[in-house]
């Protein structure tokens, strides 16, 4: 049985609580010059979200890529789930659709939550074995969201030890003026070194005395107090 994107979002809707969404609304910055400035939120939880999408499992590309139009926050993490869980069964002619409408929608991914839930699993899948251009392409963006993108895609090829390209875009990345880009860097570092400690630390040693704080205090959050307080002191 199919079910209509009017459907999905009236169901939405009801299941939305108002004392969670006022909450969502000071937790993801929506205020006045904030980085989520009139975001509206339905007031459903991440796990609910995620029930609901294996029970809409049948929703089509197109229909997800409708929904992730809505101006309310949570249906467009929905439909980013539905996309997300589609592209791992999907036919190579589908996962190009779906890497597709993702690029043609990032209007609408424009959130930390939406970006790191869906970009991996999506431009970083896709483009595994293929140019990563896109990803230079997408770290040179004016939209902060898409330089996100560029950074957390990056996260596809750290969990297979290719670090080369998340690299290049952390090099790309290192003086952007955005705090949640500071700490998407600093993350996916801290992430290299989990796996590479010499590549991560090779990487810090080069740049960490020109990097934002923040970035620079989420790459080493896992060190031993020692090394990391001589990082934070300029003493490395």
């Not at 592209?87 to 970006?115: F, G, H, M, P």
């Not at 630390?201 to 020692?226: C, H």
Request: hydrophobic share 40%; with cysteine; glycine share 4%.
């Amino acid at each position: 049985m199919s079910h209509s994107v009017e459907h999905v979002l009236k169901i939405l809707n009801q299941m939305g609580d108002p004392k969670i969404a006022a909450h969502s609304q000071r937790f993801f910055k929506t205020g006045k010059g904030e980085y989520a400035e009139g975001d509206q939120f339905l007031g459903i939880r991440v796990p609910v979200l995620r029930k609901l999408a294996r029970d809409y499992r049948d929703i089509s590309i197109d229909d997800a890529s409708q929904i992730l139009t809505s101006p309310f926050h949570e249906a467009r993490l929905f439909a980013l789930i539905l996309l997300v869980n589609y592209y791992k069964r999907a036919s190579i002619e589908e996962k190009k659709c779906i890497y597709e409408s993702y690029l043609d929608n990032t209007q609408y991914i424009n959130n930390w939550d939406l970006v790191d839930s869906s970009a991996e699993h999506i431009v970083g899948a896709y483009l595994d074995n293929q140019n990563k251009m896109p990803l230079y392409q997408l770290a040179k963006s004016t939209n902060m969201w898409e330089r996100r993108i560029a950074m957390l895609s990056t996260f596809h090829y750290i969990k297979k030890y290719q670090f080369e390209d998340a690299l290049n875009v952390c090099s790309q990345l290192l003086f952007d003026t955005e705090d949640l880009i500071h700490k998407a860097v600093g993350w996916m570092l801290r992430e290299i070194g989990k796996r590479d400690i010499d590549k991560e630390e090779a990487f810090l040693k080069k740049y960490y005395r020109q990097m934002p704080r923040t970035m620079l205090r989420y790459a080493i959050e896992k060190f031993p107090e020692k090394k990391r307080i001589g990082y934070l002191k300029g003493e490395v």
